[in-house]
T-cell receptor, first 112, second 113 residues
Framework: QKEVEQNSGPLSVPEGAIASLNCTYS??????FFWYRQYSGKSPELIMS????GDKEDGRFTAQLNKASQYVSLLIRDSQPSDSATYLC????????????FGAGTILRVKS | NAGVMQNPRHLVRRRGQEARLRCSPM?????VYWYRQLPEEGLKFMVY????????ESGMPKERFSAEFPKEGPSILRIQQVVRGDSAAYFC???????????FGPGTRLTVL
């Protein structure tokens, strides 16, 4: 059973701070990792993908992957109230057709 | 470029009726995944299809649910004899190839009365 774990939160940070979201997964052969943002009542929106160990930066977002520790994180710098949403960690396994297994999501609240 | 399209956006059915959910992938995308999000729960994989083929239906309930992706037209997720527990948001995602990122449609929110 492949599992993806996230702290449900809510994680509250002040505007302008760094928000750190974490995710662990159960299987060492996982190959692709994604962070989606989902606003209430809306569909998931892809914000970051990462496939190899290390950091990947895109604007205010940085994804970090550590396959040995089975850990992936998302940092959001200069958090804005508009970043308030549920962040979904998803893991794909190529041998399973790259279907995504999602964590339950972390609720982020950015307070102005 | 048009994104992934889903319709209807909202669907209300009474218990025992049939629900048909449609997903039109992005242009050039031949792979479609369906996911279900129950209230206050995470997204769960249901089925993975390519044109005219079901590749993986391991997440589909064994009864009442079926999916297809014909050579022409949208992918269809069909739920027969709906029950209240089927009330959820159903999302499809498409991608051009198996190694690519999945982009989600706006979803269909099914309410069973």
């Amino acid at each position: 059973q492949k599992e993806v774990e996230q702290n449900s939160g809510p994680l509250s940070v002040p505007e302008g701070a760094i928000a750190s979201l974490n995710c662990t997964y159960s299987d060492r052969v996982s190959q692709s990792f994604f962070w989606y943002r989902q606003y209430s009542g809306k569909s998931p929106e892809l914000i970051m993908s990462i496939y190899s160990n290390g950091d990947k930066e895109d604007g205010r977002f940085t994804a970090q992957l550590n396959k040995a520790s089975q850990y992936v994180s998302l940092l959001i710098r200069d958090s804005q109230p508009s970043d308030s949403a549920t962040y979904l960690c998803a893991v794909g396994w190529k041998e399973y057709g790259n279907k995504l297994v999602f964590g339950a999501g972390t609720i982020l609240r950015v307070k102005s | 470029n048009a994104g992934v399209m889903q319709n209807p956006r909202h669907l209300v059915r009474r218990r025992g009726q049939e629900a048909r959910l449609r997903c039109s992938p992005m242009k050039g995308h031949s792979h479609v995944y369906w996911y279900r999000q129950l209230p206050e729960e995470g997204l769960k994989f249901m089925v993975y299809l390519q044109k005219e083929n079901i590749i993986d239906e391991s997440g589909m309930p064994k009864e009442r649910f079926s999916a297809e992706f014909p050579k022409e037209g949208p992918s269809i997720l069909r739920i027969q004899q709906v029950v209240r527990g089927d009330s959820a948001a159903y999302f499809c995602a498409s991608l051009p190839g198996i190694d690519n990122e999945q982009f989600f449609g706006p979803g269909t929110r099914l309410t069973v009365l």
